[in-house]
């Protein structure tokens, strides 16, 4: 099931069936059976076991319940809170069932609305759910399936590792701050004191004595028995670097470090070889995706860009109609907050998936090094003589403009286009122009009444004052116009 649903369609696709509304936890399923008109056909909440046994239970008595009331069909609605639920939607969906999701925000603001107190509990939730249903307001449960749910499982899996290398990273660095200040700085840049040379001494000395009891020879004969090759500069240099702070490390509780130091180590090899074969599996799995090869053509974006990307939302084709949802999911739409005479500012709605407009924001900053053509839309936001804009909002719409790339790109089976793109530019400012020129043309035309009005007569003071007046604002048409912009419309020169 697509994403191809407006509000009104989805109410009409549940009008006729059963509400099943499923408040998942861990142990138990809490159920009410429900309709589109909000009548609850279990006041007291049915239990139901979260296994194998407790889903057989859930189906014979949603088919009771089917059977006596008169429905033919049943929608299982739910919330997708942690993992819990994962299990009995996928079995719900493989036998063909229509299966929904309500979202977390909603559910929490409609609790009030459910019997007009603030009460929450397990009894509770499921009415919530099941009236967010009626309402329309709910998500086709998506599967990923094939190449997509590889590439899910694949990216959620180096991103753990990931944080794991940098976990036992840090803790390498807050070891060595105190019982070995100075090594850090003989090692350079990049990989610095995680790097093949740095680890095989600290597996043989982790506090400063052992470093100086092995000495330059030592430190050789430790990397030439890895198999590594170290300078003598570089050993001389480590160990200075213990001379100078031998007296600044903390010594106390020497075995324990030791220990300590080893523990470190053997986490932090294990998560740095598992990242690398978790890289190289999403590395060999996001190139089978369709569409993938035409973001990675453009140059700063990637393997893992992309693979996040098709990670969080899928098939494009399959989920979305437009790129409008796209830019929704990333929670990067506008929103504006008014009421009467207040206009709020505006700002994105931030509800969508955190994790890819942190991707957006991350591959930005590179193509803005890496690919020229980016400079100049960025430039365009910032100096436009409409509603310029500040350089994080410059940047917020440049990711929105991204994501809608990547749609066309995929969606279209098309590689980057640098020209079309730079070319959106002129295209919006000759959609301002258009709009002077309306303007302007409506103001000819008041412009035009007025004179026939008056047509025979001598023009007053106040005839004369209208007519400059209008003449006026045409002129500023004009000008915004020849500028590329509209500021704002021209008021009714007649009426006022």
Known sequence: MSMHYTTNEKIEQVKNRLFVAIDVGKWLLHVKYMDHTRIVFNQKTYRFSNSSKGFKDLLDCTKTMQESIG????????????????????????????????????????????????????????????????????????????????????????????????????????????????????????????????????????????????????????????????????????????????????????????????????????????????????????VLIPGAQHLLGIKGISYRTVAGFFAIV????????????????????????????????????????????????????????????????????????????????ANIAMCNKLLRIFYAMVTHDEDFDEKKMLGDIKRMDNTRVSSAVTEAGKLANQLDLVLYGMKGEVITGEGMEMIRKICRAMKGLVASAERGSVKEAVPDAIGS
Not at 114 to 139: C, F, H, R, Y
Not at 352 to 361: D, I, K, Q, S
């Open 71 to 286: 429905y033919d069909e049943a929608v299982f609605g739910m919330e997708p809170t942690g993992h819990y639920w994962l299990n009995l939607a996928i079995k719900l969906e493989s036998m063909g069932l229509m299966v929904v999701t309500v979202n977390q925000n909603h559910m929490k603001k409609i609790e009030e609305v459910v019997d007009g107190s603030q009460k929450k509990d397990d009894n509770k939730d499921p009415e919530g759910i099941g009236l967010l249903m009626a309402l329309g307001d709910w998500t086709p449960y998506y599967r990923p399936e094939g190449i997509y749910a590889e590439i899910r499982k694949a990216y959620r899996l180096l991103e753990g590792c990931t944080e794991d290398t940098t976990r036992y990273t840090n803790e390498l660095h807050g070891y060595l701050d105190k019982h070995l200040p100075g090594y850090e700085s003989c090692f350079g840049k990049g990989k610095g004191v995680t790097c093949a040379l740095s680890l095989a001494v600290l597996k043989k000395a982790a506090l400063p004595e052992d470093i100086l009891d092995l000495g330059i020879e030592g430190i050789l004969n430790i990397w030439k028995e890895s198999g590594l090759h170290g300078t003598k500069i570089r050993a001389e240099k480590i160990i200075n670097a213990m001379l100078d702070s031998k007296g600044y490390a903390i010594i106390d509780g020497a075995e324990t470090a030791r220990y300590e130091l080893g523990c470190i180590i053997r986490k932090l090899e294990l998560a740095i070889e598992t990242e690398e074969g978790a890289e190289k599996l999403v590395r060999k799995t996001v």
């Open 314 to 393: 899928g098939d494009l084709k399959k989920r979305f109609s437009n790129a409008k949802q796209l830019v929704k999911l990333a929670g990067l739409n506008i929103i504006i907050r008014s009421s009467g005479k207040h206009k709020g500012e505006a700002r994105i709605s931030k509800r969508g998936c955190p994790e890819l407009r942190t991707a957006l924001y991350r591959v930005l900053t590179a193509l803005l090094e890496n690919t020229p053509a980016f400079k100049p839309l960025k430039d365009h936001f910032m100096k436009r003589t409409d509603n310029p804009l500040k350089p994080i909002k």
